[in-house]
């Protein structure tokens, strides 16, 4: 994906600090920080599907459901809580732990 434009990330950091629900389904909050408005965002090492801001050291998880595609985003809150593993899972309810 190319990096995104200060402008872009600056209005959709706004809209999403006032709406979380929502951003599991924009692309592009998979690079934007909800703490800090960095889009320096690298994957965490050794951890998959977790991602940190290189800014303020957040982390959060962020991939796509393995039962039907939707993205899971730990910053959602319509992105529910698993309750055999803790973990936040995607709005139909499947968890990888399952497997
Ligand atoms: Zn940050
Ligand atoms: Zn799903
Ligand atoms: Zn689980």
Redesign the pocket.
């Known amino acids: 994906m190319e990096p995104l434009d200060k402008d872009t990330a600056k209005k959709l950091y706004k809209y999403y600090r006032q709406n979380r629900d929502g951003i599991r389904n924009c692309p592009e909050m998979g690079t934007i920080c909800l703490i800090c408005e960095s889009i320096n965002i690298d994957p965490v090492e050794g951890v998959p599907n977790q991602f940190v801001c290189r800014n303020c050291r957040f982390k959060f998880i962020r991939y796509q ?1 393995s ?4 993205t ?1 985003d730990s910053r959602d809150p319509r992105n529910p809580l698993c309750e055999e593993c803790g973990l936040r899972i ?5 968890c990888e732990c399952e497997k």
Do not use: H, L, Q
Request: net charge neutral; glycine share 18%; with cysteine.
């Open positions: 459901c039962a039907c595609g939707s899971v995607c709005t139909c309810g499947t």
